[in-house]
């Protein structure tokens, strides 16, 4: 397949980012005409105007296509670690740890900031906690990663649970409102952004690498890739993105797991198209599931998973379904 | 008249009801301990609970109300006003599409991480979280501060006070009972000594069979409902008439409560929303304390 025609469906999914994007900040439950909202985007109109669309719409649409993006590359990066269609960003217990952090501070009276970092702390540690056990004293495989992922993403669920049953009242509410997921806690969608950005330019010179590494680590060795600090390189650098995802935006479901599967479906198995294609598509996919949640029924707001669900479930299996 | 007797009525008025003449509610405190500071009376104000929004009504505040959360219902004209979305997932474009300049919150209902954004928008936060009568008298007080009706606040405030105090007086020292108040059914769930409810049944000379869990709203299990075994068992149950929540209790007749045939409904608005309607909901409660001691 020549280069430009393997691009063309990036060059697609860029415009249909665009599109979700134009539409997320152009619709609010407010209703301001397109005029308003072009005139708030280049820094006339009313004050009003511009408050709605410069500093509520257009962060939080930055911060939906940031997370979906990030979502969906760490997504496609687990499951070709480890070799898993099942796995998703957070099948180690990354949002589990992020939650056991943000909770804890919103039980020591926390807010703002550092719930934030505490998330992003709780993440870490649950990350650097899998990694150390699964290397544990013996060899290292993929499914002992998967093993210990899984068992450690069980103790935070408990954890939660536990927090949740105790916490008092009054801290109750927010608590509820953070493990719902929700595009709009972090002030700023700079800093997923960028990690975004940067994500797309290191993981492109190893995709053939990966591509490699997907057939198996047999293969991969044989053909000269150095399997293990790849491994642990992925690993570390899916968990970052996750965790980054995490405190923008809590932990939304689903576009991890199944936005990579839908474009592998659509664009087949080549890791150096499939990852800025997860990068767009996923970014799609989270800004207009944050549209659809903030206007279906405004002003009441829905969480935006329930979305995301509700339009990734039959595009895929639709998509299944129709493949061979 | 003179001039100088004018002056002097004009001096006197000015002593009487400074606030009114002197519009500078300057800063408050609210229930988190944060500073909220007006410039001048708040004048559109979007409130996020229910119970706030009756609240800033009973201020003399009402209307001032832009819009408030769902399921704002009383007095009638909350009912009118635009709806921003409900209590824990509140819709922040709709709040400043009302150009507030004073959102009301409740720690109970309401998210911090969301309202946040407010003030670092230019919209400043008053976070209620009434926890006994007077903290219920204290609250609409500040709301008067804020919204430039102070006297107005300080009298309904005092009367709101006024009525639970002779309430504690006429039942306070009766012969007591364990009353257990139930919130919910499945799973079971009453109040400990912190709540509003449970302070209103000391009022009326009961006491809270669970004051001393620490949770302000335990879960329960039946057993340990039997082993505690009240006297008096209330509830608002699902709504008005449903006794269904009651009748389930006849299943362990050596129940106190049951074998005096002490279950009793109270009207769900009056007793659990901590508004100046808790003055009624206590009278409610005491008089159902009264039938209880006779039968007994």
Redesign the interface.
């Known amino acids: 397949m020549p280069a430009s025609e393997a691009f063309r469906p990036l060059v697609l999914l860029a415009l249909l980012g665009l599109a979700t994007m134009v539409l997320s900040v152009s619709v609010?439950?407010?209703g301001l005409s397109l005029a308003d909202t072009l005139a708030a985007l280049t820094g006339s109109g009313s004050e009003?105007n511009r408050?709605?669309v410069l500093?509520?719409?257009l962060p939080r649409t930055l911060a939906a296509f940031a997370t979906g993006g990030l979502l969906a590359v760490a997504g496609a990066l687990m499951q070709v670690l480890l070799r898993n269609p099942l796995a998703d960003p957070y099948v180690l217990g990354l949002s589990g740890g992020a939650a056991v952090g943000a909770l804890l501070s919103?039980l020591a009276g926390l807010?703002?900031v550092i719930?934030t970092a505490s998330a992003f702390g709780g993440a870490l540690l649950s990350t650097l906690m899998v990694f150390g056990l699964a290397h544990g004293t013996g060899s290292w495989t993929p499914s002992r990663l998967l093993l210990t992922g899984v068992v450690v993403a069980a103790g935070w669920g408990a954890v939660i649970t536990l927090m949740l049953?105790?916490a008092?009242?009054?801290d109750?509410?927010?608590m509820?409102?953070?493990l719902?997921g929700?595009v709009?806690?972090a002030?700023t969608p700079w800093p997923a952004f960028v990690l975004l950005l940067l994500a797309c330019l290191l993981v492109l010179p190893a995709g053939r690498s990966l591509n490699v590494l997907a057939r198996g680590p047999l293969q991969a060795a044989a053909l000269g890739v150095n399997v293990r600090p790849m491994e642990w390189g992925i690993y570390i650098g899916a968990s970052l993105l996750t965790a980054t995802a995490v405190t923008t935006a809590g932990s939304i479901g689903f576009v991890g797991l199944v936005v990579p599967h839908m474009l592998r479906l659509l664009l087949g198995n080549d890791q150096r198209v499939i990852l800025p294609a997860c990068a767009l598509g996923g970014g799609a996919l989270l800004v207009l599931a944050d549209t659809l949640a903030?206007v279906v029924i405004?002003?009441?707001?829905l969480?935006v998973g329930v979305i995301t669900a509700l339009l990734g479930v039959p595009t895929f299996l639709y998509l299944l379904y129709r493949s061979r | 008249m003179s001039k100088n007797g004018l002056t002097t009525m004009v001096f006197l008025l000015f002593l009487l009801s400074p606030a009114s003449v002197v519009a500078q509610p300057g800063c408050v405190h609210d229930a988190l301990g944060r500073e909220v500071c007006l410039d001048k009376p708040a004048g559109r104000i979007v409130s996020l609970s229910p119970g706030a929004t009756e609240l800033i009504f009973s201020a003399g505040a009402g209307d001032a109300l832009v819009g408030a959360s769902?399921w704002s219902d009383y007095p009638p004209e909350a009912r009118e006003l635009p709806?921003?979305?409900?209590?824990?997932?509140?819709?922040?474009?709709?709040i400043?599409?009302l150009?507030p300049d004073l959102v009301v919150g409740w720690?109970?209902?309401?998210?911090?991480?969301?309202l946040?954004?407010l003030p670092?928008?230019?919209v400043p936060v008053f976070w209620l979280?009434p926890r006994t009568f007077e903290d219920i008298a204290a609250a609409v007080k500040t709301l008067g501060l804020l919204t430039g009706h102070p006297e107005l606040a300080e009298r309904q405030a005092r009367d709101f006070l006024a009525g639970i105090e002779a309430l504690q007086s006429r039942h306070g020292a009766s012969e007591p009972v364990r009353v257990f108040y139930q919130v919910w059914d499945q799973p079971l769930m009453t109040v400990n000594g912190e709540e509003l409810i449970s302070k209103a049944i000391q009022v009326c000379g009961g006491t809270n069979v669970f004051t001393d869990l620490p949770?302000?709203?335990p879960?329960l299990s039946v057993e340990t409902l039997l082993a505690a075994n009240p006297e008096v068992i209330v509830t608002a149950g699902r709504g008005e008439a449903d006794q269904s929540w009651l009748e389930r209790w006849r299943d362990y007749p050596t129940l106190a409560a049951v074998a005096s045939d002490n279950l009793f409904l109270v009207s769900p608005d009056l007793l659990q929303r901590a508004t100046f309607r808790m003055l009624d909901g206590t009278r409610e409660l005491c008089d159902l304390l009264e039938q209880a001691r006779a039968r007994l």
């Open positions: 609010g439950s407010a009003l408050t709605l500093e509520l719409r919103m807010a703002g719930v049953a105790i008092p009242t009054r109750l509410p927010g509820l409102y953070w719902m929700d709009a806690y002030g903030r405004a002003p009441e707001q969480p | 769902a709806r921003v979305g409900n209590s824990d997932r509140v819709d922040l474009e709709a400043l599409a150009e720690t109970d209902g309401n998210s911090r991480a969301q946040d954004r670092e928008l230019g979280a949770r302000l709203v879960r």
